[in-house]
């Protein structure tokens, strides 16, 4: 199943794999915006999406943040939510 429409969000190259996270999307007048914490995984090989659970705490739901690969991890850093600005640092293990 493939990610919901969404803009802000990060995507990964790790591995033979393309890994989206965050994000947010316009809801409509009455609930506005809405702030996502999701993981998908793309198989650019087979072109099949997967949804993948974050074990442990995942970071809040965040859009235009910056992500990169360190070693087999996804670096997560800062971004916006809601209503808030972050600064904190997330380690993902797609």
Request: aromatic share 12%; hydrophobic share 30%.
């Amino acid at each position: 199943m493939p990610p919901s429409p969404r803009g802000g969000h990060s995507a990964t190259l790790w591995e033979v794999s393309i890994v989206v996270f965050g994000g947010h999307y316009y809801a409509g007048k009455q609930k506005g915006y809405k702030y996502l914490n999701d993981t998908y995984i793309l198989n650019v090989n087979t072109n099949r999406w997967s949804k993948n659970k974050i074990s442990g705490t995942p970071p809040s739901p965040r859009y235009q943040h910056s992500a990169i690969l360190a070693g087999s991890r996804i670096i997560i850093f800062g971004g916006k939510g809601e209503k808030t600005v972050f600064r904190d640092l997330h380690a993902l293990d797609p």
